[in-house]
């Protein structure tokens, strides 16, 4: 078994850092070619990060799933890739897809997303139905939040709107500070192992401030808390991976079994003693199940 950071590690020596203009907004992505096989013949491959991340916090998915091509962008406003001109809503973010896949001209690719990912995914997927096969990591599908989980969302979500009400130069600090990421990393993490609590520390460090202002902080958070994947189920089709963690602060397990029963061809594989943290907490075995998962016929 090869931990995250290794899986990274494999991950980054086969990274090619490619751009692509969408409607005059630059967008970053990075291109991991297969090395199982025929890199030709692979099929392609699309990762979606989650709220405030970019494509390394999926890196450790890039390093262990190395039969496909991987496309990995960094959502706009996020990472490198610019913000948008319009509000960073959910319905902006699926057309940014869409548009995002037509210019790198990939047609009925696999499709992993995590956390945020997961709605941008689906709700692109339930308009226009563009994938092969889908995965949804830690997926937004509500359920009742109670408890520290639900007092700490609320304060969060006014923490954010007050730093994009101030001056911009005050509202990055804030939105930047350790002591917001460390909190937040301290709390999603569940892992009891040091290493991988220290590391899982560093890459949130290192880039969980990498956004464009408060501003686009503020409206992607809306985003990602005021929706859920539970309106677009029914209009998915295709083969879906749901990949659930059993200490998931964000959405219980009880709620991604309950939504599954609604879909057509979904299965849920949950994950013990994990949370919100799926890709650096148990990135070997989720790339194991999405593995299998990928290689069974529809």
């Known amino acids: ?23 005059g907004i630059n967008a970053n992505y990075w291109f ?18 989650g709220y405030r991340g970019d494509h390394h916090g999926l ?16 959502l706009p406003g996020f990472g490198t890739s610019a913000a948008l001109n319009v509000e960073h809503s959910l319905n ?8 995002f896949l037509q210019e790198i001209k990939l047609e009925k690719p696999l499709v992993v997303g ?42 969060v979500k006014f923490y954010y709107w007050v730093a994009h009400i101030v001056p911009e130069v005050i509202g990055n600090r804030m939105t930047k500070t350790y002591l917001l990421v460390d909190s937040m990393s301290a709390y999603t993490t569940k892992s009891k192992d040091k290493t991988l609590r220290k590391w899982v520390k ?20 809306v985003a990602s808390t005021e929706n859920v994947v539970t309106p677009y189920v029914k209009e998915i089709h295709k083969p879906v991976l749901l990949i659930a963690a059993e200490l ?5 397990v009880s709620a991604v079994y309950e939504f599954a029963r609604t879909m057509d061809h979904a299965e ?21 199940v999405i593995n299998k998962f990928f290689a069974k016929k529809n």
Request: with cysteine; proline share 3%.
């Open 1 to 23: 078994m090869k931990s995250s950071a290794e899986l990274t590690k494999e991950a980054r020596k086969r990274a090619e850092p490619r751009s692509v203009s969408i409607d």
């Open 32 to 49: 991991y070619p297969a090395t199982m096989g025929d890199a030709a013949k692979a099929k392609n491959l699309v990762l979606v990060h």
């Open 59 to 74: 890196e450790a998915f890039a390093g262990g799933l190395t039969d496909f091509n991987i496309y990995s962008p960094d």
């Open 92 to 99: 902006s973010y699926a057309d940014w897809f869409k548009t």
């Open 114 to 155: 995590h956390s945020f990912g997961t709605l941008v995914v689906s709700a692109t997927e339930a308009k226009l139905g563009l994938f092969e096969k889908i995965v949804l990591v830690n997926p937004v599908a509500g359920g009742r939040i109670v408890g520290v989980s639900k007092l700490l969302m609320e304060f």
């Open 202 to 221: 560093e890459q949130h460090r290192t880039h969980f401030n990498s956004f464009a202002n408060s501003q686009v902080v503020w409206e992607a958070y």
């Open 248 to 252: 998931d602060e964000i959405t219980p």
């Open 268 to 288: 849920v594989y949950e994950i013990k003693g994990c949370g919100h943290l799926v890709h650096y907490e148990a990135a070997d075995e989720a790339i194991d």
